[in-house]
């Protein structure tokens, strides 16, 4: 039996004459943490809801638990658990009756039912507020209910859209942590975001931009794969002035401030180190420190993904 | 089908419906003020007829006369006036819905044993009411007329038998004996209540699911499409039972209508009904996905027919054949007659034969259209 948890293999999504997903490919193995690292409208959301079997492809073969979606929906769907972008409980109901809710919609075993609601009140710290309206809860508190009814019939496969959107820093981390606690217990979690951060805590990240799949690796072999030249620290006085003689600077292709110092992108690392310090005492600036450097995540983001029009 | 799903389902959305304000007045308070409204409201009877007189004779018998409009259920002799114009001033305002003009030699001619006209002016703008009204006052006058013949032909020393007609009609109003058109205006408005209720509340229940933006979570799950269908309309359909009582027990309880037939034929027939008017809003609901929308257009496709071509307000044979044809669409038609002959003349399940089959066809059309209209996709 094969490992993956998730197969795609060409996968096309139109609508209309746009293109939402192009020829897209990748697999997931089982208890891994698969981040969707993106800009809006790159088609992150409709590749992990044709996953879900919410949407059908145009083309292409997706697997996810070892069903075909698009036959087998329904099964699928048993096999997953699924959050939306948009928070989708029902306000109007209490925490309580939402897990009861979805208990019965997955058709959690009843003997079992009343111990998994008490586990996912207890792991979204609702204990207490059980019985209040949905609606009233903030955000934080929210986020984790909708996780815990999507998680208590125990999928093998989770798919988190933007699970963290508008949740405070702190509600985020509780988050992340309850994500690792479930992946350590063999679930495959699939989480799109733009936070840079996050990306970091998935165990590989699939770059997407404008429908196609541009990268996909651990956030260090992203952050080691060839950008076409060498990232260069640049310290030095009046980062404002250096960034403009640098920019002038031949075998200079990108620079710019990063914190207090300069990022700069060259060709050829060698020469480079070389020739710009000099290049800004030219100009009466003296330069404390100039390294080569591995870049962030952010780096390779901007460096693989076009700005979206 | 999973029963634990459409449960969880049915009790969801009866969660909704007691924490929404606005769903608890459409399934508790409306029902009962339609009742109330329409029961005392859209009487066609008419009763205590404001009358207005011009006794120009101003003798004995015509004051007789009067006295026989006033003693009337139909009229209610408002005043006597002392000209013309006075009398056409009381119907051109609406004060007299009749107004009667007795001539001068009224007493002298009757007393001569010869004939006299007397004068009846009715207001006509509601040609219903004013042709009960004219038939009422030939029918005093003509009583009136009766009498006054009876006792000249005794003052002649003629035998009585000579002033009765040859023939009489002795007639016998069968299961409405009244003539209350309250009696056949309560079963209407369990029909229209039902109609309304039904397709309100269950037009909302898809609609409010993508207004709210749970729709996608709810698709998500393994549920099917008719669990969802079935898991919302069961708890409506109990609602619209409870409803059917309330009006059922109120017309019989508050306004006395007669109920002949069996609890069993009314539950069958309502069963049916509900299944259609349910239907019918889930397929709006479907096809509307908000909430203001899709409750507009039910109330447009449940109340104008249930209210025009049921045979509620109009009689459907008195119709030209077109919109005849028209009204075996509509399935409130069926409903109302089975109530109607329930309610008044006791009809059972076998005498109802065939509106029970056109329903049973209707619902399981409307059934099976509700299936498959609501599919498990975002696409």
Redesign the interface.
């Known amino acids: 039996m094969s490992d993956a948890a998730v197969v795609v293999e060409d996968l096309v999504k139109r609508f209309g004459t746009f293109t939402a997903v192009d020829r897209v490919s990748f697999d997931a193995r089982r208890g891994e943490v698969l981040g969707f690292l993106g800009p809006n409208g790159a088609g992150k959301s409709t590749i992990i809801r044709i996953l879900c079997a919410l949407l059908r492809p145009t083309s292409g073969r997706v697997r996810v638990a070892g069903l075909d979606v698009t036959r087998a929906p329904e099964a699928v769907r048993a096999r997953i658990g699924y959050m939306s972008q948009r928070f989708s409980l029902y306000d109007d109901l209490t925490a309580i009756e939402n897990l009861r809710l979805f208990g019965g919609l997955y058709a959690v075993p009843a003997g079992d039912l009343d111990a998994r609601i008490r586990w996912a009140v207890e792991m979204g710290g609702l204990s207490g507020r059980e019985h209040e309206l949905v609606g009233t809860l903030a955000g934080g508190w929210k986020q984790r209910l909708a996780l815990g009814c999507a998680v208590l019939h125990r999928p093998p496969i989770l798919f988190l859209d933007e699970p963290t959107s508008g949740v405070d820093p702190l509600s985020r981390r509780q988050f992340w942590d309850l994500i690792h606690h479930m992946a350590a217990s063999g679930v495959t979690v699939f989480v799109s975001t733009h936070y840079m951060d996050e990306a970091e805590y998935c165990n590989r990240l699939a770059l997407i931009d404008r429908g196609r799949l541009v990268a996909l690796g651990t956030p260090g072999e992203l952050r080691s794969a060839p950008l076409g030249g060498t990232l260069l620290l640049v310290e030095c006085e009046r980062l404002g002035e250096a960034l403009a003689v640098l920019a002038q600077t031949p075998g200079v292709r990108e620079a710019a401030v990063f914190g207090d110092a300069l990022h700069v992108m060259v060709p050829d690392a060698e020469t480079a180190l070389r020739e710009l310090p000099g290049a800004l005492a030219a100009h009466g600036l003296r330069c404390e420190r100039i390294e080569a450097i591995a870049p962030t995540l952010e780096d390779v983001f901007v460096h693989r993904v076009g700005t979206a029009p | 089908m999973?029963w634990?799903?459409t449960?969880?389902?049915a009790?969801?959305e009866l969660?909704?419906v007691r924490?929404?304000p606005r769903s608890l007045l459409i399934a508790l308070l409306l029902p009962i003020m339609q009742m109330i409204l329409l029961g005392y409201g859209a009487t066609l009877d008419a009763k205590h007829l404001a009358v207005y007189a011009f006794d120009r004779d101003g003798s004995q018998t015509s004051q007789a006369l009067l006295k026989r409009f006033q003693a009337s259920p139909y009229f209610d002799l408002v005043r006597t006036v002392e000209g013309y114009a006075d009398l056409t001033a009381a119907v051109d305002a609406g004060r007299a819905k009749l107004g009667l003009v007795v001539s001068p030699d009224f007493s002298r001619r009757l007393a001569e044993g010869g004939t006299v006209t007397v004068q009846a002016i009715v207001d006509a703008t509601d040609d219903n009411t004013a042709n009960l009204a004219m038939g009422y006052a030939e029918a005093v006058i003509g009583g009136f007329s009766q009498d006054v013949q009876l006792a000249w032909l005794r003052r002649q020393g003629l035998p009585d038998r000579a002033a009765a007609p040859p023939i009489s009609v002795e007639t016998r109003t069968w299961y409405n004996e009244d003539l209350e058109s309250r009696n056949f205006i309560v079963p209407g408005v369990v029909a229209l209540v039902m109609a309304l209720v039904g397709a309100l509340l269950s037009s909302l229940t898809i609609a409010r699911e993508w207004e709210?933006?749970?729709?996608?979570?709810?698709?998500?799950?393994?549920?099917?499409a008719r669990e969802i269908m079935i898991g919302k309309l069961v708890p409506y359909f109990v609602i619209g039972l409870v409803d059917a009582a309330l009006c059922v027990g109120f017309g019989i309880g508050w306004f006395g209508v007669p109920f002949r037939g069996t609890v069993g034929t009314l539950l069958v027939a309502t069963a049916l009904y509900l299944v259609v008017v349910l239907g019918i809003g889930f397929v709006i609901s479907v096809a509307i996905p908000n909430q203001l929308g899709a409750s507009s257009i039910a109330i447009l496709v449940t109340l104008l027919p249930t209210n025009m071509l049921s045979g509620f307000a109009f009689p459907i044979d008195q119709m030209p054949a077109p919109i005849r044809a028209v009204s075996y669409v509509v399935w409130a038609r069926y409903y109302l007659t089975i109530l109607k002959a329930v309610f008044l003349k006791g009809s059972g399940l076998a005498a109802l034969g065939g509106p029970l089959l056109a329903m049973v066809a209707y619902a399981a059309v409307v059934g099976t259209v509700a299936t498959r209209a609501f599919r498990?996709?975002?696409?």
């Open positions: 999973s634990r799903r449960v969880a389902i009790r969801k969660i909704h924490r929404d709210r933006g749970t729709m996608e979570q709810l698709v998500s799950t393994p549920v099917t498990k996709t975002l696409d």
